[in-house]
């Protein structure tokens, strides 16, 4: 490659950088959208999981609350003790469901993080190949 520059001038090989700095960002660029249709992806995934979450909460309530508080109502237990125990019990098991879906949708998991790196480092070479 060296070889065909030879004979160039100054402004000819400048010109010859700043066009492949400009292929390079341009495939840069390309890369980050398909990163960020894979985040979006996750992003996707993520939102299941906070529906699969309340319907399993919304599951649950009725179970406890017809299965359970009977029990606890043969048991001995007054019916409106019954029923909160139960509704306590179910608000906790969907608030770790729940909790775990939003913990997918950080921002740290959004960040298209190797495209960051890949053109971090592109510049850097851009800057070398400038000098």
């Known amino acids: 490659m ?6 160039q001038s100054l ?3 400048f010109a010859d950088v700043l066009s492949q700095v400009t292929n390079l960002f341009r495939t840069e660029v390309r890369l980050a959208k398909a990163e960020m249709s894979e985040k979006i992806g996750d992003l ?5 999981m906070i529906i699969a979450g309340a319907v399993l909460l919304i599951a649950a309530g009725i179970l406890f609350l017809q299965g359970i ?3 606890l109502v043969w048991f001995g237990m007054p019916e409106v003790w019954a029923t909160f125990a139960v ?3 179910v608000g906790i098991v969907g ?3 729940v909790r775990k879906g939003l913990s997918n949708l950080s921002v740290e998991q959004l960040t298209p993080e190797r495209t960051i ?9 851009a800057k070398e190949q400038v000098q």
């Open 2 to 7: 060296s070889d065909e520059r030879t004979g």
């Open 69 to 71: 508080v009977l029990l």
């Open 95 to 97: 608030y770790i469901v």
């Open 44 to 48: 996707v995934s993520s939102a299941g």
């Open 11 to 13: 402004p000819d090989l």
């Open 117 to 125: 790196h890949s053109l971090n480092r592109d510049a850097a070479v």
């Open 87 to 89: 509704a306590v019990v």
